[in-house]
């Protein structure tokens, strides 16, 4: 048998259902859309339409705010997969593993505010990490396996600065 010989079972893959194509072929005219209207059309998205009635999502009352200004964006790693890549040799577990070891070994995608250490997985390599964040899980598998877990002190924002500002002005008004 060769690459080229390989072939998939007969009726494994489906081809899609090419519309408009003439009266024979089942799908021709309206294409399956039916006769005119908002769904007939091209382009019309009718999702949460209800027939001009207030639809539900603006019924309901909306509370809370959650500002993604100030959203932290980390890249999530589980163990079990740096186990993997350790095994594979993508990873030097003697070496401090940080966020471009991670990057480099292709685990940790994305994350502009660092990497955050999660606890899935079985972890056996003794390896130090420096990370951004780690859960409880992730740090108790690392110190069992005989690693360390280091994490940096994260500095405070401008906004977190101006607002522990704020706080402290309120308060040496109030104790005037």
């Known amino acids: 048998m060769k690459l080229n ?10 081809g ?3 519309v408009g194509r003439g009266i024979g072929s089942g799908k021709g005219k309206t294409a399956g859309r039916g006769q005119k209207g908002a769904k007939a059309r091209s382009g019309v998205s009718v999702a949460g339409f209800e027939g001009g009635q207030m639809p539900l999502h603006m019924r309901i009352p909306k509370r ?12 999530e ?10 095994d594979a040799g993508k ?9 471009a070891v991670l990057k480099a070994a292709g685990l940790a ?6 990497v955050r250490l ?3 997985g079985e972890f056996t390599a003794k390896a130090s990490f420096q990370v951004t964040g780690v ?10 396996a005989g690693g360390s877990v280091e994490v940096p002190e994260v500095q405070p924002s401008e906004h977190e600065k101006k607002t522990a500002r704020r706080e402290v002005n309120r308060e040496a008004k109030a104790a005037r």
């Open 5 to 14: 010989e390989i072939s998939d079972n007969d009726g494994a893959r489906k």
């Open 16 to 18: 899609r259902m090419r």
């Open 64 to 75: 809370g705010f959650s500002n993604r200004q100030f959203a932290k964006d980390y890249a």
């Open 77 to 86: 790693v589980n163990l079990g997969l740096i186990q993997k890549a350790i």
């Open 91 to 99: 990873i030097d577990a003697s070496a401090v593993i940080d966020h």
């Open 109 to 114: 995608r994305g994350g502009s505010d660092g």
């Open 118 to 120: 999660l606890g899935k």
């Open 135 to 144: 859960s409880a899980g992730a740090r108790t598998a690392v110190e069992n």
